[in-house]
């Protein structure tokens, strides 16, 4: 079966740490770049941080300020969002894509347009 799956999420108290997976079956992941989204209740998807397929050089969004690391493994499949120093303001469904357009994972696109999305997994920050 040709998906891709998140895992990894929870509740974690402020200042936590999470790492979220994101694994490919049926389909190399090293051929994509991937890129991490999040969309919090009422609020529009964001994109967050990805990783190229060619040099796996990885971007982040500014408003992170070092907090979250992307990292592939080719040996698992999976691309990871490491998540240190939660904030509540970080509570959201998280999402990762695969797409061969580095463009349409930086820029943002329809769920849609991408050769792969996931299906998410919420991250609760809470006390």
């Known amino acids: 079966q040709v998906q891709l799956v998140e895992s990894g999420g929870g509740s974690v108290q402020p200042g936590g740490s999470l790492r979220l997976s994101c694994s490919a079956s049926?389909?190399?992941?090293?051929?994509?770049?991937v890129g991490w989204f999040r969309q919090a209740p009422g609020k529009e998807r964001e994109g967050l941080a990805g990783?190229?397929?060619?040099?796996?050089?990885?971007y982040y969004a500014d408003f992170l300020k070092g907090r979250f690391t992307v990292s592939r493994d080719s040996a698992e499949n999976t691309v990871y969002l490491h998540m240190n120093s939660l904030k509540p303001e970080d509570t959201a469904v998280y999402h990762c894509?695969?797409?061969?357009?580095?463009?349409?994972?930086?820029?943002?696109?329809?769920?849609?347009?991408?050769?792969?999305y996931g299906q998410g997994t919420q991250v609760t920050v809470s006390s």
């Open positions: 894509a695969a797409d061969m357009n580095l463009s349409k994972i930086r820029l943002g696109a329809k769920v849609s347009e991408y050769d792969y």
């Open positions: 049926g389909f190399t992941l090293d051929n994509y770049v």
């Open positions: 990783i190229r397929n060619t040099d796996s050089r990885t």
